[in-house]
């Protein structure tokens, strides 16, 4: 199932998708939350950041992602509706 959302299609709601086109942000995301839905941009475009924890994972990156954590907590919490949700799913 693909939406088509403002001329873009995602493969369906509250999946995220890589946007390497886009001069500013890494990811995009149809998000639905009930009947509200919303096109969420997030992420820095080339940053290197911490990705899904690895084996053997160095202590600056696992400092660097409890930085992330930690600094957008309030706004992560805020559920599917906010980029910081997304950028903490995708990203980190």
């Known amino acids: 199932m693909s939406v088509e959302y403002r001329g873009e299609t995602f493969a369906g709601y509250n999946k995220p998708k890589r946007t390497?086109?886009?001069p500013k942000k890494s990811h995009a995301v149809l998000a639905?939350?009930?009947s509200k839905i919303k096109l969420i941009r997030f992420g820095e475009q080339?940053?290197?950041t911490a990705g899904k924890p690895k084996a053997?994972?160095?202590d600056k990156m696992k400092k660097k992602r409890a930085s992330f954590?930690?600094?957008h907590g309030k706004n992560i919490a805020k559920g599917k509706m906010s980029a910081a949700y997304w950028a903490n799913k995708a990203k980190w």
């Open 69 to 71: 954590k930690a600094r």
């Open 56 to 58: 053997g994972e160095s």
């Open 46 to 48: 080339g940053a290197k």
């Open 20 to 22: 390497p086109d886009h």
């Open 32 to 34: 639905k939350e009930g």
